[in-house]
């Protein structure tokens, strides 16, 4: 029996089937009877899809809308070493190819999962696109030479070509999106993960009709990002074990530990962990790299304003934050890795321990050894650094055939550093000229990539992590030769000379006031902080990231584990000015820096935004969430997918979906570390007008204020800002002459703490408590401005005494989810769930700028169903304590059932009972057993907790004073 079809016609279900000639002619009763059976079971399976037919996604009206088409163009990135057929989107999208590219006759797909994809015509010989022609193309262009599950030199010209022209197989000049979605699905599976990875956020982030978000990286290809893979694939099986899919689990990561740290505590170099081996500092050098690529039809002026300029801005601002923590870890500045330093060994190696000879491996680099290729490279290296400091004296570089390009500044406009990045940077629409100055940044980021291997292993494509935008940050040499390279752009500026006060001043404005009001609490408390002012600080703390779907060895698992590794934190924080503008209405850009008395190494930018001054006297205040240097959030694959998913659906627009997510500063190495002492540095506040027909007065600042603009401009628009990047400190001179005397500008002395963990008073400094808490040494030094109100906690309220709940056979806890379209705020949202006896938490996720998206979490529950398992809860009883007193929400969380620990081989569900029963965070337990002959079962324990979800405001939790 098979059903042909099924629709839905007026609330009716309709079942049409094909009886095969075997139920016709069968002369067997007990064959016909079967088949009776079947037709039945058959139409039992149809009626009950047919009532779940309108919670399915439907890829027609996902390709109908702008988040719909993100939505599917994202989840060809999840599991990118699994199959395209593979289930994705927790098994609600498996890609069924056409026939004619690839695609089975008969679908392999659940009656409730999408996607057909469509075929795509072949307009040459009037017929459609095959498998075939698609693999011919690859071949002839040289792709398929980079195996699937290795390595790539992201660096190497021919790879950078590659990227580019893959991207221009699946999209052309943005082909209709049914042939692109068709043909990237078909070459997914033919051509090397990373190529394609890279491909497609380009194609992403340039096609006009689908948005920008872009999740962590460290989702799409987790190999490159976690070291030890024998421990994860360890902790891995350990989740493996716990029975469910259906519950959020986490493996903890601590880059300082043995089992992760890559030097050893008595190198000097290992106390900057937090920032070299940080998932986002890596993912977002990789994810800038991808935007600004070399490909045909996107590297246009257009779209990448001021690229080279943007090269030389967002690497000097990555070496000045790396100098900045060396000085508050007590660490002298970095030192460049320039000609001087070429004609000796490398005398710090490195080991990322990423990767190993099953996948994509990044060999360690010994200590003391050359780049490759000395000293035949190091002879051309030294002759184009020569040609670069020959064409800043002249004042100009030499195109190809002796024509000038003139390096220089004018009407508040620097014209010579933009060819000149272009040609460090070695972008091929914008080099000046090969052949005078070569590729020196590319070409060093090769040598030393191959520091110290043997020609073989060259030959084979193996690289260390100095080969991969997305590995290599975690090398110190990285910062080195960044340091020599932005030395190149510093004797540069220097031959400008010094800015003349014209350029400085800003006539009628005057800066009276500026402070930092920073709080000790969480960052992601709403309300009822304790502030500080001209104080930062600083913690350790868990970023929370999903690993969904990722594949170590072959070992799968599920869509729900979070990564949580340990990273530098900040506290939240708040500008605020008073200006006086003694002349008519002005328009301004406000730009923000913080600066180390030594100056020019040291100057980063915090923020940089516009505003218009009335006549008069003006206070204004800017939140640190606001920065224009780092990502308004950073969401994940899943929260991307869910996001799109609900609105493509119902044709909303959520604005999350329109913001670059992933290019920027990581969000929480905002500010630099500092120390427990305290750190003494500068906030150096600019007030500038607007030049004459300047960018800014003509960009849509509310579109590009959710852009993390300072690092990665406004792709396809004007860079916002026609001043040099880093104005006006970019000149390398230094801060403290720039400053003086300039009403527009002031500095500002602030201090910068590092709470340090702790677990009572011993681990503190000396006189300094513990906050048992937060487990975080107080600081003393920083004396409250405020009254301190209620903050949010969530805390599990357990009973004083264990209630004697029933246990039931065939059961599992399970977290009901009830989710209610077009709630325009929280307090409605959370309103709702008040109403309803069972709903124990609230959820209001921002889908657009009237609307939102209310989520209702009912009580643990014990579904049935589950067969060889018996269950129970540690409170029976229906409660709602948190709404019983002064609850509190907190923001960018979600509610979860998450699990907690196993107890393998019990030989009862009592036993299992009394383990949750003396764990405290266990909420609930299922006792499983493997087959229903075995005595024994494995017991888990799950609780409700929070995990990170962008743009979530999540209650009700506790509130404390």
């Known amino acids: 029996i098979r059903g042909q079809s099924v629709v839905v016609k007026r609330g009716t279900c309709y079942l049409y089937i094909e009886s095969q000639k075997t139920l016709k002619h069968s002369s067997r009763k007990a064959n016909q009877e079967e088949m009776r059976r079947t037709i039945l079971l058959s139409l039992l399976v149809a009626f009950c899809s047919c009532l779940q037919e309108n919670e399915k996604l439907r890829y027609n009206k996902l390709r109908s809308n702008n988040d719909g088409r993100h939505f599917l163009m994202t989840t060809l990135l999840e599991r990118l070493h699994d199959p395209i057929d593979a289930p994705r989107f927790r098994g609600k999208v498996v890609f069924d190819l056409p026939v004619s590219l690839g695609g089975n006759l008969i679908s392999t797909r659940s009656s409730g999962a999408c996607c057909q994809l469509k075929e795509v015509p072949f307009k040459h010989k009037k017929g459609y696109y095959t498998k075939e022609i698609l693999r011919k193309v690859l071949e002839r262009e040289g792709i398929l030479k980079y195996k699937r599950g290795g390595p790539v030199d992201d660096f190497e010209p021919s790879v950078k070509k590659h990227i580019s022209r893959v991207a221009d197989i699946i999209n052309g000049d943005q082909r209709p999106f049914d042939h692109m979605m068709s043909i990237a699905a078909t070459v997914k599976d033919m051509i090397n993960e990373n190529i394609f990875a890279k491909a497609m956020v380009t194609i992403t982030v340039r096609r006009t009709d689908v948005g920008f978000a872009v999740p962590n990286v460290m989702e799409i290809m987790g190999p490159s990002f976690f070291p030890n893979k024998n421990k994860l694939e360890r902790q891995i099986r350990e989740l493996g074990g716990s029975g469910r899919n259906d519950v959020d689990s986490e493996i903890f990561v601590d880059w300082n530990s043995p089992d992760y740290r ?28 991808v935007l600004f690529g070399d490909m045909e039809n996107y590297n246009k002026d257009e779209l990448q304003d001021r690229r080279g300029e943007l090269f030389y801005y967002l690497h000097n601002q990555v070496c000045n934050r790396y100098n900045f923590e060396r000085l508050s870890n007590g660490m002298d500045l970095v030192e460049g890795y320039g000609p001087a330093a070429w004609n000796k060994p490398i005398a710090l190696g490195y080991d990322p321990k990423l990767g190993d000879l099953s996948t994509d491996y990044y060999p360690p680099r010994r200590d003391g050894v050359y780049w490759y290729g000395h000293p035949k490279e190091t002879r051309e290296k030294e002759r184009l650094a020569r040609a670069f400091s020959d064409a800043i004296k002249q004042g100009y570089m030499e195109g190809p055939n ?250 909303l627009e959520n604005t999350g979906i329109r913001e670059y997510t992933g290019c920027g500063w990581a969000k929480h190495l905002l500010v630099p570390r500092g120390n427990p002492e305290g750190f003494q540095t500068n906030l150096l506040v600019v007030i500038s007008p607007l030049l004459k027909d300047d960018a800014a007065g003509e960009t849509d600042w509310k579109t590009v204020s959710s852009l993390t603009h300072s690092l990665c401009g406004a792709p396809g628009a004007k860079f916002p800002d026609s001043r040099p990047m880093g104005y006006p400190f970019d000149r390398y001179r230094g801060w403290k002459d720039i400053i003086a005397g300039k009403s527009n500008m002031k500095k500002v002395d602030i201090t910068i703490y590092h709470q340090q963990e702790c677990k009572s008073n011993r681990d503190c400094p000396r006189g300094r408590t513990c906050n048992g808490e937060t487990e975080r040494c107080n600081i003393d030094e920083a004396t409250e401005t405020s009254q301190r109100p209620r903050v949010p906690r969530f805390k599990n309220k357990l009973p004083t005494q264990i209630e004697d709940c029933p246990m039931q056979d065939d059961t599992a806890p399970k977290l009901n989810v009830k989710t209610f379209n077009r709630v325009r705020s929280s307090q409605v949202c959370e309103t709702n769930c008040r109403k309803k006896s069972d709903c124990a938490f609230f959820e209001w996720n921002r889908v657009d700028g009237r609307n939102g998206r209310c989520t209702i979490y009912e009580h643990i529950t014990l579904e049935p169903g589950h067969t060889n398992s018996v269950s129970g809860l540690k409170r029976c009883s229906k409660f709602q304590e948190l709404f019983n007193g002064d609850s509190c929400t907190i923001r960018d969380k979600k509610p979860v059932l998450k699990y907690v620990t196993s107890w393998r081989k019990l030989s009862s569900a009592q036993e299992c009972k009394q383990r949750c029963d003396g764990e405290t965070k266990c909420q609930s337990w299922e006792w499983q057993k493997f087959r229903s002959t075995s005595r024994t079962g494995d017991c888990h324990a799950y609780t409700m907790d929070f995990r990170t979800n962008a743009d979530s405001i999540s209650g009700p939790v506790e509130c404390r004073v």
Not at 265 to 273: G, Q
Not at 616 to 624: A, I
């Open 262 to 289: 890559t030097y050893p505590p008595s190198e000097i170099e290992s106390k900057l962990w937090y920032l070299r081996e940080d998932p986002e500092v890596n993912s977002h050098h990789w994810y800038w790299h």
């Open 402 to 651: 002796g024509q000038r390009v003139p390096l220089g500044y004018k009407d508040g406009r620097d014209f010579g550093v933009i060819p000149l990045g272009a040609t460090i940077e070695t972008d091929p629409l914008r080099t000046v000229n090969n052949e005078t100055y070569g590729d020196i940044h590319n070409g060093g980021h090769y040598l030393m990539a191959r520091a110290g291997l043997h020609k073989q292993l060259v030959d084979a494509g193996i690289r260390n992590a100095l080969g991969n935008t997305a590995t290599e940050c975690r090398d110190p040499l990285l910062y080195r030769w960044h340091g020599y390279i932005d030395g190149i752009f510093g004797e540069y500026k220097l031959s400008l000379g010094p800015y003349k006060d014209e350029d400085l001043v800003f006539p009628g404005i005057e800066l009276q006031e500026a402070a930092i009001y920073s709080s000790t609490e969480d960052e992601n408390e709403i309300f009822g902080k304790t502030f500080n002012k001209d104080k930062l600080f600083t913690h350790m703390d868990f970023g929370d990231v999903g690993f969904y779907g990722a594949d170590i060895n072959n070992v799968t698992i599920s869509d729900r584990v979070r990564i949580k590794y340990k990273r530098l934190n900040h506290s939240p924080f708040t500008y605020r000015f008073k200006v006086k503008n003694s002349g008519p209405p002005a328009k301004a850009l406000v730009r923000i820096f913080l600066a180390d008395e030594k100056g020019t190494p040291t100057q980063i930018e915090m923020d940089k935004f516009f505003w218009q001054f009335k006549s008069g006297t003006t206070e204004f205040e800017r939140s640190s969430d606001e920065s224009s240097s780092v990502p308004r959030k950073a969401s994940s694959l899943y929260e991307i997918q869910e996001e799109s998913a609900y609105s493509g659906s119902n044709n």
